[in-house]
């Protein structure tokens, strides 16, 4: 039996995983973060101490224009246990734009497409996303489907250096 269709969406949805083939952005960045494992693939990060080559998970005293991105998987892999802990200085790809399987905040029930995005910058959920701006930055990007097992959605980032107010101008005009 032949194929007779190709699909774009990846087969399995995993933390920091692509959504699909769609075209995307994934620079490399140093991790900042001392304490092993506290970056995660799927989270989002901001602007290290050096702006352009490392990363941190955010605070509250981020800002929106400080976001970078979602660790994705793909540049650090899996030591043999299959354990894959992102230590200081690891080189991750971030995706600055594009289509990825984010972490959610803990007590989101639900996600819908279309909700805003917002980057969590306090508590133990520091770096997963929400549709609340409760303790949350705003991102630019949109949820594009529900919750899946393992707490995690998928999100399209748009390019961050357009403004959430163009964003939502240029919506508004093809809606």
């Known amino acids: 039996m032949s194929q007779r269709s190709y699909g774009y969406r990846q ?10 083939t769609s ?20 989270m989002g990060v901001v602007q290290g101490t050096a702006p352009g080559a490392n990363i941190k998970l955010p605070t509250e005293a981020s800002a929106s224009a400080l976001f970078e991105g979602v660790v994705t998987t793909g540049i650090k892999s899996m030591d043999l246990q299959g354990v894959s802990a992102i230590g200081e200085t690891d080189t991750l790809g971030i995706l600055e734009w594009g289509k990825v399987w984010v972490r959610l905040a803990s007590g989101i029930a639900s996600v819908a ?9 306090s508590g133990d959920d520091a770096g997963k996303f929400s549709n609340s701006a409760i303790d949350a930055i705003a991102v630019n990007g949109k949820f594009i489907g529900g919750i899946e097992s393992g707490d995690i959605a998928p999100v399209r980032l748009f390019n ?3 403004t959430l107010a163009d964003h939502e101008t240029r919506i508004t005009a093809l809606g």
Do not use: C, M, W
């Open 11 to 20: 087969q399995a949805a995993v933390p920091g995983g692509l959504f699909d």
């Open 23 to 42: 075209p995307h952005s994934i620079v490399a960045r140093s991790n900042e973060e001392p304490t092993l494992g506290a970056v995660k693939f799927g």
């Open 113 to 121: 497409y279309g909700d805003r995005l917002y980057l969590v910058v």
């Open 160 to 162: 961050q250096d357009a």
